[in-house]
């Protein structure tokens, strides 16, 4: 084989895998983690305490359901590891609306709302607009929907 088909077939083969690699679907679990992490390193209680959506950090971390979501504070993941409950986002931490619509979708963690004691998240900040028309009606049809949803593997980005 020459010096140049050597290369041209080597170059083909890389092509061939990036476009394998950009067009296969993101699979998921009931849970959005990338990497093992949750909320993309966002920290839960700090959407309570704080109303904002604060970054968490290496140096405070728990387990719960086999991912690790980080914390701005001590004092937010101690409160966390007492009640995660009360601090995990709803449907896995996927997308409130994707959810009420029947598919999973990934999430901007600065793209939320607090509703009745609960966080939701959202695809981006346009989606959250949309979700808020209706709140109600899209927490029921998330609520239908989350346990079909949960066991679907292909994630919407």
Excluded at 21 to 34: C, L
Excluded at 57 to 78: I, K, M, P
Aim: with cysteine.
């Amino acid at each position: 084989m020459t010096f140049r088909r050597l290369i041209l077939s080597r170059s083909l083969k890389l092509a061939f895998a990036l476009v394998l690699a950009t067009a296969a679907p993101a699979f998921a679990g009931p849970i959005n983690e990338v990497g093992g992490i949750a909320i993309k390193g966002y920290d839960p209680v700090a959407y309570f305490t704080d109303n904002a959506a604060v970054r968490g950090s290496d140096a405070f971390t728990a387990q719960h359901e086999g991912v690790t979501y980080r914390f701005a504070t001590a004092a937010n993941r101690d409160a966390f590891v007492a009640n995660p409950a009360r601090y995990v986002p709803q449907y896995g931490g996927f997308c409130a609306y994707g959810t009420a619509e029947g598919y999973k979708a990934v999430i901007d963690p600065q793209a939320f709302s607090i509703v009745d004691g609960k966080l939701y998240l959202n695809y981006n900040n346009d989606i959250r607009a949309k979700w808020q028309k209706d709140v109600p009606g899209y927490i029921i049809r998330g609520d239908k929907n989350w346990p079909a949803v949960s066991r679907t593997t292909k994630v919407h980005r």
